[in-house]
Antibody
Framework: EVQVVESGGGLVQPGGSLRLSCAAS????????MHWVRQAPGKGLVWVSR????????NYADSVEGRFTISRDNAKNTLYLQMNSLRAEDTAVYYC????????WGQGTLVTVSS | DIVMTQSPDSLAVSLGERATINCKSS????????????LAWYQQKPGQCPKLLIY???TRESGVPDRFSGSGSGTDFTLTISSLQAEDVAVYYC?????????FGQGTKLEIK
């Protein structure tokens, strides 16, 4: 069974950093593009970033370019999102998703940026 | 960036009646080399992650009831629920995955009339 499970969310002050993780199982992790998508409280879905199977190609939303870094460790079947210079508007539930004909989503992890 | 615009923003339909949600992309999401439309539909209930309903604009995800169907051309798409059930109350989103950033529509809130 395909599973992706996010972790690492929490409360962080503006300007701070946080690293999210996404543990994958049930599929050949290195064969798939992976994505991060976020959803601010009461708002819609916003795509954040993606990375290819071997980690050599990445894309970012303009709103996070230069502050967030997506990466992966295929030996550990884990996807990461390093978030620096966090702002209040980065407060959201962050979802990890596996690419493919149909995307598989995790349950999300909440990041709150507040003083 | 491709802008996805859904209509209406909210919709109230009687149980057993048809519900129709529209999604328009600012440019075509049809990839000519494989004739596939890079458009998905999601359902999201409060406190839950999005659930994939439809991909390639019209392919129903495994396990999704057949009352859900998707259709459309390169820029105009429709999600139809043929006979609304109480459990279909949710917010519905379209998403293009033709080119990054993989943009979503703003969402359509579906309620029971």
């Amino acid at each position: 069974e395909v599973q992706v499970v996010e972790s690492g969310g929490g409360l962080v002050q503006p300007g701070g950093s946080l690293r999210l993780s996404c543990a994958a199982s049930g599929f050949t992790f290195s064969s798939y593009w992976m994505h991060w998508v976020r959803q601010a409280p009461g708002k819609g879905l916003v795509w954040v970033s993606r990375i290819n199977g071997d980690g050599s190609s990445t894309n970012y939303a303009d709103s996070v370019e230069g502050r967030f870094t997506i990466s992966r460790d295929n030996a550990k079947n884990t996807l990461y999102l390093q978030m620096n210079s966090l702002r209040a508007e980065d407060t959201a539930v962050y979802y990890c998703a596996r690419d493919g004909d149909s995307w598989y989503w995790g349950q999300g992890t909440l990041v709150t940026v507040s003083s | 960036d491709i802008v996805m615009t859904q209509s209406p923003d909210s919709l109230a339909v009687s149980l057993g009646e048809r519900a129709t949600i529209n999604c328009k992309s600012s440019q075509s999401v049809l990839y000519s080399s494989n004739n596939k439309k890079y458009l998905a539909w999601y359902q999201q209930k409060p406190g839950q992650c999005p659930k994939l309903l439809i991909y390639w604009a019209s392919t129903r995800e495994s396990g999704v009831p057949d009352r859900f169907s998707g259709s459309g051309s390169g820029t105009d798409f429709t999600l139809t629920i043929s006979s609304l059930q109480a459990e279909d109350v949710a917010v519905y989103y379209c998403q293009q995955y033709y080119s990054p950033p993989y943009t979503f529509g703003q969402g359509t809130k579906l309620e029971i009339k």
